[in-house]
């Protein structure tokens, strides 16, 4: 049985036949353990939006976080999802937890971002600011997929992630991770963590915040 409705698959439909460019890949990792109903939404979810594009989104399950792919692309929990574009590898735009309520949307256009050579809708300034960081980078944003104000800050994350690949971001669902939330005291989202914790703050910032944050981090 479908995930989305009949009307919200026409509406993915449509909108991936008017705006995906170039092939995209989803690297779904699961393990076989974890028997939990948001892992196996998640991965049911990606199949059917997979189907739903013409072809344009090439979809690969992968098991184990011990898997020669898990390691190059540095998966360390699971359910995770790494999106790149075609023939250009590369570990730093991640899901990790079901991306489905508001979370959905971000999935969406994180997709049809790459899908159009990672044209991202920020400042020229600011896109040169973040494409001239030379250290390593770390952006976890914490979300919950009933929280509307979540998406934005998603987004921006992404957005800097695609700008340049010193820069990691995550979309962390705080309750299927809740450990990870406990370690740094997520109660409200979204909360952005950078590096580890140098930097935090909780709710969806402008661009140029979120790249002042990361200054301070560094």
Do not use: W
């Not at 092939?23 to 997979?50: A, C």
């Not at 979120?210 to 560094?218: F, P, Q, R, V």
């Amino acid at each position: 049985m479908p995930l989305l409705k009949e009307k919200d698959q026409q509406a993915v439909r449509e909108r991936f036949a008017k705006e995906l460019k170039n092939p995209v890949k989803i690297n779904f990792f699961f393990s076989r353990e974890d028997t939990s109903e948001e892992t196996r939404i998640t991965g049911e979810l990606m199949d059917e939006i997979g189907g739903l594009s013409e072809g344009k989104l090439d979809v690969e399950s992968i098991e184990g976080k011990d898997s020669e792919r898990a390691r190059r692309l540095r998966v360390d929990k699971m359910p995770a999802l790494v999106i790149y574009g075609d023939g250009d590898e590369r570990d730093n735009i991640r899901f990790f937890g079901l991306p489905a309520g508001h979370e959905f949307a971000t999935l969406l256009h994180t997709l049809i971002t790459v899908s159009n050579d990672y044209h991202v809708e920020l400042p020229d300034a600011l896109v040169e600011k973040v494409r001239a960081i030379d250290k390593p980078v770390k952006i976890q944003v914490f979300v919950t997929t009933s929280c509307p104000h979540c998406p934005p800050a998603v987004v921006v994350s992404h957005y800097f992630a695609m700008l340049n690949p010193m820069i990691t971001s995550e979309m962390i669902e705080a309750n299927q991770f809740d450990d990870l939330s406990r370690r740094y005291g997520v109660q409200s989202v979204p909360m952005t963590v950078i590096n580890e914790g140098k930097q935090t703050f909780i709710g969806s910032r402008k661009p140029e915040e979120l790249y002042n944050a990361i200054e301070k981090a560094l």
